[in-house]
């Protein structure tokens, strides 16, 4: 082999190369746009809802829920996360995610000023799974009404459905990570 082919071989070589690093890098950065890339700081003793059964009247946690004075849809995003999070303990995935998802969703609710469900629009949905968007669309159905948002009147918020295969989930607001 002449030296001008060894030359060729290694350009291309070199080349190639660099063109794989800025596709996996394109989509390395695709994809921290669907998980969170902070740590969620474990609820405070104010925040944790009470134990079923604990008392007869709705715990000081749970009238929290019952309004919210966010200021913008970024922040009533984590009042509505607690409050589903509350609503639907048993399907929320306990500690960091596997590297694997089954689903990714992104949907958007719109709240009215009473804190009931007035729509739901998927910005991403999750076609490839049409179950995970039925229950996702019925677990949020099922626990409104919704903290009313004193401050905003009405509010569309937008949050991240990270979906195990295991049919538990978690919200990228109060994500615990993912491995």
């Not at 401050?151 to 994500?175: E, H, M, P």
């Amino acid at each position: 082999m002449s030296r001008t082919q060894s030359t060729d071989w290694n350009s291309l070589a070199r080349r190639w190369t660099a063109g794989l690093w800025g596709c996996t890098s394109a989509v390395l950065l695709w994809l921290g746009g669907c998980t969170s890339t902070h740590l969620q700081q474990p609820p405070s003793p104010a925040q944790t809802p009470a134990k079923p059964g604990a008392a007869s009247s709705p715990s000081a946690s749970t009238q929290a829920l019952q309004t919210s004075s966010a200021p913008n849809a970024k922040d009533y995003r984590k009042d509505a996360a607690k409050h589903l999070y509350l609503q639907q303990k048993d399907k929320v995935f306990k500690g960091r995610l596997p590297p694997m998802l089954y689903a990714i969703g992104v949907l958007n609710v719109d709240i009215d000023r009473q804190g009931q469900i007035q729509a739901l629009q998927w910005t991403r949905a999750p076609r490839h799974a049409p179950e995970v968007m039925a229950e996702i669309e019925r677990m949020v159905h099922a626990a409104a009404p919704f903290p009313a948002p004193m401050r905003l009147g009405k509010v569309t918020y937008t949050d991240v459905w990270l979906w195990d295969k295991s049919g538990r989930f978690q919200l990228d607001t109060l994500t615990e990570g993912q491995d």
